[in-house]
């Protein structure tokens, strides 16, 4: 079966650079049409799309966030991480990652990781 | 950005009642509409896609229709664990747009 689990540090400071890593079993990101996302969720509000990368490589980042994500896999080793510069407080959110299927649709996400940026 | 404007924000209810949830696009989106339910401190669960498919799973008392812009959520005889957030989604054009969410309270 399908399983996704986001792992890195819970607490980063301000300016600071996050890096996540979405460990995955149950699928190959070399498989055609299959992708994994990462999304935020601030607390009591809505989700939000941070970014995906495909299989062939094709990759899209959320524009309002300015350039300060960068996705990338390791097909070796089922791993996508994700990296956001120059974190805020308003960054602070539960990330998640998640798999996007050849049909577009995420069925499969990760359990989520609390990350706060503070001083 | 395909702006996704979700109605009601919030709603109390019973069981047993019915509810209603609307999420409308910014633009036609076809029929690439998903929706979650999500409950505190959990991933969302994909219930629908498709606008109108049930994942395999879910009970048949939740439904979608719609397409083009106007897309609903229903759930009959709505049961206690039912009590949760429910989200819509568009899934062909990133950022893929989520609505701003509809809280499902019990009365």
């Known amino acids: 079966q399908i399983t996704l689990k986001e792992s890195g540090p819970t607490l980063v400071k301000p300016t600071e650079t996050l890096t996540l890593t979405c460990s995955f079993s149950g699928f190959s990101l070399s498989t055609s049409g299959l992708g994994v996302g990462w999304l935020r969720q601030p607390p009591g509000k809505a989700l939000e799309w941070l970014g995906v990368?495909?299989?062939?490589?094709?990759?899209y980042d959320n524009p309002s966030l300015e350039s300060r994500v960068t996705i990338t896999k390791d097909t070796s080793k089922n791993q996508v991480v994700l990296r956001m510069t120059n974190m805020d407080p308003a960054d602070t959110a539960t990330y998640f990652c998640a798999h996007r299927d050849s049909s577009g649709w995420s069925a499969y996400w990760g359990q989520g990781i609390m990350v706060t940026v503070s001083s | 950005d395909i702006p996704m404007l979700q109605s009601p924000s919030f709603v109390t209810a019973s069981v047993g009642d019915t509810v209603t949830i609307t999420c409308r696009a910014g633009r036609s989106i076809s029929i690439w509409l998903a929706w979650y339910q999500q409950k505190p401190g959990k991933a969302p669960k994909l219930l629908i896609s498709?606008?109108?498919n049930l994942q395999t799973g879910v009970p048949s008392r939740f439904s979608g229709s719609g397409s083009g812009t106007h897309f609903t959520l229903t759930i009959n005889s709505l049961q206690p664990e039912d009590f949760a957030t429910y989200y819509c989604?568009?899934?062909?054009?990133?950022?893929?747009?989520f609505g701003q969410g509809t809280i499902v309270e019990i009365k």
């Open positions: 990368i495909f299989w062939d490589e094709d990759k």
């Open positions: 498709g606008a109108s």
């Open positions: 989604q568009e899934a062909n054009n990133f950022p893929y747009s």
